[in-house]
C-alpha cells in the first residue's frame, strides 16, 4: 500500500466547529485528492491537488477548503461544520506516470 | 462530464456462484477504467484497471473485468466467488485530461457470500 496515513481516524464534533482533517504521504506523488463517501454515493470528490500551493475544486466542495503548503501535506478543514457533513473521508494519492489512485484509511467525521 | 452507473446495488450469492458485476460510463473520449473493492471497515484498494490493449483485463484475486467500447461498459467478473469476497465494489472511470485526472465512480454494489 502507498504511503499514506489520515488523521484523526474518528471524530465526533458540534455544528458550527471548524475542523481540519491531515492526509500524509511518504511517496512524494505529486497529485493528492480528497473524497467523501455515502451510502448510495459511491465516493464524490471535494477537492484536489496537483502541487504544492496549487488545488481545485472537486464536484462537492461547498463548505470545504484545502491548503497544501508542502508536498507531504493535504489539510481538508470544515469551516463551520454541519450535520450533513457528517461522512467519511477518504484521501487519495496518484503518481505522476500513472491514473490510478490509492487511498488512505479513512476519517469517519460525525457531526452532531 | 463523464457519469458511471452501476445498476446493481446489492448482490447475493452462495459460496462457489459465478459473479458479473455491470459497469456502464458515459465519456466519448479515452477513458482508463478501474474497479476498487471495499471489505467492510476498510479503505478502497484496486483490484485492476485498464488502460488500453486487450479488452480483457486481469486483476488480484481471481477478478477479471472486460471492456466493451461499443457498449460504454466494463463488467467485473469472477468464475467462482468466496466467502471473503463479501465487499462493497466501486466502479471508476478518469478521462487522462486536464490536470489531474479526475475519477468518477458509481455509487457501489454490496457483494454478499453466504456460505
Known amino acids: 500500500d502507498a504511503g499514506i496515513t489520515q488523521s484523526p481516524r474518528h471524530k465526533v464534533t458540534e455544528t458550527g466547529t471548524p475542523v481540519t482533517l491531515r492526509c500524509h504521504q511518504t511517496?512524494?506523488?505529486?497529485?493528492m485528492y480528497w473524497y467523501r463517501q455515502d451510502p448510495g454515493h459511491g465516493l464524490r470528490l471535494i477537492h484536489y491537488?496537483?502541487?504544492?500551493?496549487?488545488?481545485d475544486k472537486g464536484e462537492v466542495s461547498d463548505g470545504y477548503s484545502v491548503s497544501r503548503s508542502k508536498t507531504e501535506d493535504f489539510l481538508l478543514t470544515l469551516e463551520s461544520a454541519t450535520s450533513s457533513q457528517t461522512s467519511v473521508y477518504f484521501c487519495?494519492?496518484?503518481?505522476?506516470?500513472?491514473?490510478?489512485?490509492?487511498f488512505g484509511p479513512g476519517t469517519r467525521l460525525t457531526v452532531t | 462530464a463523464q457519469s458511471v452507473s452501476q445498476h446493481n446495488h446489492h448482490v447475493i450469492l452462495s459460496e462457489a456462484a459465478s459473479l458479473e458485476l455491470g459497469c456502464n460510463y458515459s465519456y466519448g473520449g479515452t477513458v482508463n477504467l478501474f474497479w476498487y473493492v471495499q471489505y467492510p471497515g476498510q479503505h478502497l484498494q484496486l483490484l485492476l484497471k485498464?488502460?488500453?490493449?486487450?479488452?480483457l483485463v486481469k486483476g488480484i484475486k481471481g477478478f477479471e473485468a472486460e471492456f466493451i467500447k461499443s457498449k460504454f461498459s466494463f463488467n467485473l467478473r469472477k468464475p467462482s466467488v468466496q466467502w471473503s469476497d463479501t465487499a462493497e465494489y466501486f466502479c471508476a472511470v478518469n478521462a487522462p485530461t486536464g490536470t489531474a485526472s479526475k475519477l468518477t465512480f458509481g455509487t457501489g454494489t454490496r457483494l454478499q457470500v453466504t456460505l
Open positions: 485498464y488502460f488500453s490493449g486487450d479488452p
Open positions: 491537488s496537483y502541487g504544492v500551493k496549487d488545488t
Open positions: 511517496e512524494n506523488h505529486r497529485y
Open positions: 487519495a494519492l496518484r503518481g505522476d506516470r500513472s491514473y490510478e489512485q490509492y
